[in-house]
């Protein structure tokens, strides 16, 4: 048994502190203030998130249970206690989410013309169209699987949606029978109904309960429950062993269809003893039992944001074009006037798109090479690099497979990268390769010009228009040089330890960074302080907190967003008191990472793709690149400022672990940084539209 030698006083709980940020997005799904469809998102993101959660780590957190591990983390929590802790705070927030659901945003979209309709309030007409519907795309489907001494508890899907039949031979003594029936995914979950002036939905689930007795003829229905369960969908990736990394991943990918199921979802109508039945049948206990009084997977009433009703839904906006690039013949003239930052989604992501398309197509670019960690159905970018090799370009993709729930998509564009010739790399034993990076090499005058792309945020068109992220271009020479010898440490044998710009992990990013801060505690005084600004996903490294206690202690102030997980206690009286920590949700998802170091009158301000976190600084291939330019400096400054007054959207992390909403002064301006930035955005563009 390990014992932390930590104070565990010092750091809050991972876990609880995820779930508090989860419960950070369920009150945008309460806030009045959103539009109702938008409050639908933040409802349906709450029930995925939780989703992921039980899926990685409360399965983890059983997996120790089960091996009987008792490490505790620098919080002092065991796995067991951890467990516990988590079924106290998530069942109350599991029940706020229905009541919010079935009180307020359901009559509420009622009001407005989209109904969520019960199957006995449809006419005559209505109902014999669904009764064909039924019979001619659901029922040919369904597979009602037998439970009995001759039919084993079957192997069910990880969050698919059951009904449990209980089932009687009429006019015959006898036990009931039991069978399940698992409720297919290839049908829409909301069944449109026609209608004259509103959108109506009707379940699928509902509709298949109405017809169910079709699937049992000459038998009587009793009683139908609903549940749903969620299983252990960590990969078990022994890479030392395997000699084909792709072949292992999508073996393990079948696995991962059977993993442990380590929660229960029912609905509150279901017969007690089913209820005791299927905790039986699945090995759970109480605690991992989730009673839900509204409907299951409430993840997927995301598509109903499908529906024709723009005033219950944000408004559309068309992000920003950048200036220097509007005005310059291609982009590549562009970057060679200076560095371009853009901040997206107010920035265009489709100019980053631009800079492989027209790589891809230029008769000058000699090489194309990049990372994707994450990308999009039909991916543009993808498109472009097939393009670019049927031209004769040599194009490397990087393409991490150990991407989480993307490792399918992944699998499949590197295969169809491969098909046409291009040079696929899967990246390192042991490490997953996080970076976002793009190199392209361009024969110019006789020599070779490299031009970079570093961005916070992943190749994805989709995920582009609602995550917050830093893109940056630039041909600077040494940059381009750390890439290159970069993309050589991924795909081929070399030992790069050292480089002249860019900080790299797992080999040099941890020990700048604490550099960086050590660097800011011994040029601090009162005449000049130092000051250190972050703004991360998860903030969780225990040695990265401590130097951040260790600055604050000396009088340093930091300032810290941090979107989700944060271990650091801020505001205990002589240790983290010059320590503040903010957390942004809104119409976006924060994603940017942003370190900044001032001391003495300097400022090193650092952008990439590292969270500071166990995984990203010891375990992952990370990239963070200086901004070195001042035109760059000013944007950053400029970004920071705004999100630090954020005081609409942004809450503030107490000592005990709680966060709130900033409370305005008398007078003072309301301040909602995504919405400040979003407005610039527009007005640039309507600028741009003006020269275009």
């Not at 709980?13 to 369920?26: A, D, G, H, P």
């Not at 252990?232 to 022994?238: T, V, Y």
């Not at 690039?325 to 291609?330: A, M």
């Not at 969780?540 to 944060?566: F, H, N, P, W």
Request: glycine fraction near 4%; hydrophobic fraction near 40%.
């Amino acid at each position: 048994m390990t014992v932390s030698t930590l104070n565990p006083k010092l750091f809050f709980n991972r876990e609880l502190s995820w779930i508090r940020f989860n419960e950070r997005v369920l009150q945008e799904a309460q806030d009045p203030t959103n539009p109702l469809l938008e409050r639908l998102k933040f409802l349906s993101i709450f029930s995925s998130n939780l989703d992921e959660f039980f899926m990685i780590r409360v399965a983890g957190l059983k997996e120790q249970l089960h091996a009987n591990i008792l490490e505790t983390a620098a919080d002092g929590i065991s796995p067991k206690e951890t467990l516990i802790k988590i079924s106290e705070s998530l069942h109350p927030l599991v029940t706020k989410q229905s009541d919010i659901l079935m009180n307020d945003l359901i009559p509420s979209l009622r009001k407005k013309g989209l109904r969520l309709r019960s199957i006995n309030t449809l006419n005559a007409h209505q109902s014999a169209q669904l009764k064909k519907y039924f019979r001619e795309k659901i029922f040919p489907i369904l597979t009602p699987l037998a439970v009995d001494s001759a039919h084993p508890f079957p192997k069910l899907r990880n969050l698919a949606l059951h009904l449990l039949v209980e089932l009687k031979v009429p006019f015959k003594k006898g036990d009931n029978k039991i069978a399940l029936v698992p409720v297919p995914t290839n049908i829409p979950r909301f069944i449109s109904i026609p209608s004259r002036k509103d959108f109506d939905f009707v379940t699928r689930e509902q509709v298949i309960c109405e017809f169910i007795d079709e699937l049992f003829p000459n038998m009587k229905i009793l009683r139908i429950s609903e549940f749903r369960i969620t299983r252990n969908a960590d990969l078990d990736i022994s890479e030392a062993e395997a000699d084909d990394l792709l072949k292992l991943i999508e073996r393990e990918l079948r696995k991962r269809r059977l993993g442990t199921v380590n929660r229960l979802e029912v609905t509150g109508k279901i017969n007690p003893e089913i209820r005791s039945y299927l905790m039986e049948s699945f090995g759970l206990n109480e605690t991992d039992v989730y009673d839900i009084d509204s409907f299951l997977d409430i993840g997927s009433f995301i598509n109903l944001l499908d529906t024709d009703l723009p005033l219950l839904k944000d408004n559309p906006f068309n992000p920003a074009l950048n200036e220097q690039i509007v005005r310059s013949s291609n982009i590549f003239e562009a970057i060679s006037k200076g560095d371009i930052l853009l901040h997206h989604p107010y920035d265009s992501f489709q100019q980053v798109v631009e800079l492989v398309q027209e790589a891809s197509l230029d008769p000058d670019v000699l090489a194309i090479k990049i990372t994707l960690y994450r990308t999009s159905g039909k991916s543009p970018i993808v498109q472009a690099l097939k393009e670019a090799n049927a031209k004769g370009k040599q194009v490397t993709a990087l393409i991490e497979l150990k991407a989480r729930f993307d490792e399918e998509t992944n699998i499949v564009w590197a295969k169809e990268l491969e098909s046409v010739g291009v040079h696929v790399v899967y990246g390192l034993m042991g490490l997953k390769t996080h970076c976002k990076i793009c190199l392209i090499i361009r024969q110019e005058q006789g020599k070779l010009a490299q031009y970079c792309h570093i961005s916070t945020g992943n190749y994805n068109i989709r995920t582009s228009k609602i995550y917050t992220d830093i893109s940056y271009f630039t041909c600077n020479e040494e940059i381009g040089k750390d890439l290159t010898e970069l993309f050589n440490f991924l795909t081929g044998f070399s030992r790069q330890e050292k480089w002249r710009k860019l900080l790299v992990a797992p080999i040099s990013l941890r020990e700048r960074l604490v550099n960086e801060i050590q660097e800011c505690i011994r040029r601090h005084s009162i005449e000049n302080p130092s000051e250190i600004r972050m703004v991360m996903n998860s903030l969780v490294d225990t040695e990265m907190i401590q130097m951040l206690y260790k600055a604050s202690k000396k009088g340093v102030k930091i300032s810290l967003i941090v979107r989700g997980i944060c271990c650091l206690v801020p505001g205990l009286k002589d240790i983290s008191e010059n320590i503040e920590v903010h957390s942004i949700v809104g119409r976006f998802l924060e994603h940017s990472r942003i370190y900044t170091f001032s001391a003495a009158g300097e400022s090193r301000i650092f952008i990439g793709s590292a969270d500071l976190m166990q995984r990203n600084l010891n375990r992952r291939i990370e990239v963070l690149l200086p901004i070195e330019q001042e035109e760059g400096k000013k944007q950053i400054f400029e970004i920071l400022r705004i999100m630090f007054s954020d005081n609409v959207k942004a809450r503030v992390l107490n000592s005990d672990g709680s966060y709130v909403k900033s409370v305005r002064k008398p007078g003072e301006q309301s301040v909602n940084a995504q919405m400040l930035f979003l407005n610039d955005s527009i007005q640039r563009q309507k600028y741009i539209d003006t020269i275009l």
